[in-house]
Nanobody
Framework: QLQVAESGGGLVQSGGSLRLSCTVS????????IGWFRQAPGKEREGITC????????YYVDSVKGRFTVSRDYAQSTGYLQMNNLKPADSDLYSC???????????????????????WGQGMQVTVSP
């Protein structure tokens, strides 16, 4: 059974850093895509980045480009989102999602499109204080 477990959320001051983790079990991480999404209360979920295996191609939305870095560890079946220079506007519920072996591309529409993912983590809160 495919399961996605997240960790790493929390409270940080503006300008600080957090690293989110997304561990996948019951699934071979080699050929798929891990995406990261965030959602504020009352707003639509926003896809912000993804990484494709095995070629490692990535995509970032402009609001996080240069501050966030997505990566993955095959041995640990884990994806990571390193978030630096965090701003209060980054305060959201963050989720990771895993695709199957179809659409192995970091094309924007696929990367940030929730419909292109197979399984989701439970979400974790990130709060950035001024």
């Amino acid at each position: 059974q495919l399961q996605v477990a997240e960790s790493g959320g929390g409270l940080v001051q503006s300008g600080g850093s957090l690293r989110l983790s997304c561990t996948v079990s019951g699934f071979y991480l080699r050929y798929n895509r891990i995406g990261w999404f965030r959602q504020a209360p009352g707003k639509e979920r926003e896809g912000i980045t993804c990484i494709v295996s095995p070629d490692g191609s990535t995509y970032y939305v402009d609001s996080v480009k240069g501050r966030f870095t997505v990566s993955r560890d095959y041995a640990q079946s884990t994806g990571y989102l390193q978030m630096n220079n965090l701003k209060p506007a980054d305060s959201d519920l963050y989720s990771c999602a895993v695709s199957d072996a179809g659409f192995l591309t970091a094309d924007r529409d696929v990367c940030v499109g929730a419909e292109f993912y197979l399984a989701w983590g439970q979400g974790m809160q990130v709060t950035v204080s001024p």
